[in-house]
């Protein structure tokens, strides 16, 4: 079965670039989406089809995806973008997730 | 404005039985595969379950096949999970999903708000 890497952890400090990866195998050659989910509240769409953004989300989150990896950038990061954060494909018609990554703001 | 709210979670003995209901509203329900995804405490998303637009096709994961189904009343805008068999392991928070499809992988557009499933004796 297909799986998703992510760092299990990745902090940032205040205003700077935060990036998390998504490694997989050519998962380049697939649409992946991003999720943020903050501390007792259900998962929220950030990016999808790799860089694409949802209307509500700011523009510092993007994303890129070539290769092995897909990344998805924070920029300017706040404190309220303290939260957990899941890639996802699509996969022998499977939803595949990665484990998912603790962003840390410091 | 999109809602999905899920109802039926709870405290369940293992080998027991719970049903899950999840309603929306806010969109053309009919229109969109809807999934369910659970959330272990502490741990990760994993998926469980997706259902097509009018019902007739169905996928599970391997973890849950054969003791899970999942369903859809278009009628009444409401996805289900009935989980029988229930173990320790299936302990979690249940989201309903609403899926978009994609040529080369779809996405989850909207969640609910999550209902909890304990199963302990």
């Known amino acids: 079965s297909y799986e998703l890497t992510q760092p299990l952890s990745v902090s940032v400090a205040l205003g700077q670039t935060a990036r998390i990866t998504c490694g997989g195998n050519n998962v380049g050659d697939k649409n992946v989406h991003w999720y943020q989910q903050r501390p007792g509240q259900a998962p929220v769409l950030v990016v999808y089809?790799?860089?694409e953004r949802p209307s509500a989300i700011p523009e510092r989150f993007s994303g890129s995806n070539s290769g092995n990896t897909a990344t998805l950038t924070i920029s300017r990061a706040q404190a309220g973008d303290e939260a957990d954060y899941y890639c996802?494909?699509?996969?022998?018609?499977?939803?595949?997730f990665g484990g998912g990554t603790k962003l840390t703001v410091l | 404005e999109v809602q999905l709210v899920e109802s039926g979670g709870g405290l369940v003995q293992p080998g027991g039985s719970l049903r899950l209901s999840c309603a929306a509203s806010?969109?053309?329900?009919?229109?969109?595969?809807m999934h369910w995804v659970r959330q272990a405490p502490g741990k990760g998303l994993v998926w469980v379950s997706r259902?097509?637009?009018?019902?007739?096709?169905?996928n599970y994961a391997d973890s849950v096949k054969g003791r899970f189904t999942i369903s859809r009343d278009n009628a009444k805008n409401t996805l289900y999970l009935q989980m029988n068999s229930l173990r320790v392991e299936d302990t979690a928070v249940y989201y309903c999903?609403?899926?978009?499809?994609?040529?080369?992988?779809?996405?989850?557009?909207?969640w609910g708000q999550g209902t909890l499933v304990t199963v302990s004796s």
């Open positions: 089809k790799d860089s």
């Open positions: 996802q494909v699509w996969d022998s018609s499977t939803v595949v």
């Open positions: 999903a609403s899926w978009i499809a994609e040529p080369g992988g779809g996405y989850f557009d909207f």
């Open positions: 259902i097509d637009r009018d019902g007739s096709t169905t």
């Open positions: 806010g969109f053309t329900f009919s229109s969109n595969w």
